[in-house]
């Protein structure tokens, strides 16, 4: 096991991105993706991978980037992990929606229920009195 460059704690072999450039190793989470939205990036970038630090510009025009003092993730994951979330976004989405409208639907039934309640039990007196002549 290795340590992740970005949180310095110990990084799997199956759960780390190595950077193309300096070789540091870095948790999938701490460069702002998920071992799923990795994977879907194509071979070749995958294998060309940059970390933050790596992609900055350099300075004075020597090989040495830019670093800043302390690393922080990208604050919104990249597209392929983005779009891996839709499916699930959507189907949460699809359950709340579908809830809403079952409890639209038995509130009118419930109303349209009571009613026909409220005009049988008022006509009554009515069947009654008819019951009486009779």
Not at 29 to 40: L, M
Not at 83 to 100: I, W
Request: net charge positive.
């Amino acid at each position: 096991m290795s340590s992740c460059f970005g949180c310095q704690q110990l990084v799997s072999v199956t759960d780390k991105i190595c950077c193309f450039d300096c070789k540091n190793n870095f948790h999938y989470g701490c460069v702002g993706y998920t071992k799923t939205s990795f994977s879907r990036l194509t071979a070749k970038a995958k294998s060309n991978w940059k970390c933050p630090a790596c992609k900055l510009p350099t300075k004075n025009d020597d090989k040495s980037p830019v670093k800043s003092i302390s690393y922080s993730p990208p604050p919104h994951a990249p597209l392929p992990s983005a779009a891996g979330n839709l499916d699930e976004y959507f189907r949460s989405m699809e359950v709340s929606l579908l809830s809403k409208l079952k409890t639209e639907l038995v509130s009118l039934i419930e109303d349209k229920i009571l009613k026909d309640i409220q005009k049988k039990v008022g006509a009554i007196p009515q069947v009654k009195a008819h019951l009486d002549e009779v």
